[in-house]
């Protein structure tokens, strides 16, 4: 099992940066991918950017495209979500998550193991 806790939420203006962090202990060695989801009041948790472990390939979503990016420090067994242009509708609680297979980068089904989640909240 990996253990993952997240930091660096809080609330920010429109246009404003986040810097999300997500520290992974336990069985690391089985961890094939990490991404960040985010789960709206009311909404689906939904996929927001993903990264694989060995090699450091990315994935977003299209509506965070260029104003995100995931990026992982191995040494550390972090990884990071830096949060740039905020919107109103970035609005969420991000969740952090680890995923031991190589296939279903973007559904929930595929990750074995979450964080707690951490709050952003972007006023207009």
């Known amino acids: 099992q990996v253990q993952l806790v997240e930091s660096g939420g809080g609330l920010v203006q429109a246009g404003g940066s986040l810097r999300l962090s997500c520290a992974a202990s336990?069985?690391?060695?089985?961890?094939?991918?990490m991404a960040w989801f985010r789960q709206a009041p009311g909404k689906e948790r939904e996929f927001v950017a993903g990264?694989?472990?060995?090699?450091?390939?990315?994935v977003y979503v299209d509506s965070v495209k260029g104003r995100f990016t995931i990026s992982r420090d191995n040494a550390k067994n972090t990884v990071n979500l830096q949060m740039n242009s905020l919107k109103p509708e970035d609005t969420a609680v991000y969740y952090c998550?680890?995923?031991?297979?190589?296939?279903?980068?973007?559904?929930?089904?595929?990750?074995?193991?979450w964080g707690q989640g951490t709050q952003v909240t972007v006023s207009s």
């Open positions: 998550a680890a995923r031991k297979i190589p296939s279903g980068l973007t559904s929930i089904s595929a990750y074995d193991d």
């Open positions: 336990g069985r690391t060695s089985s961890v094939y991918g």
């Open positions: 990264i694989r472990w060995s090699g450091g390939s990315t």
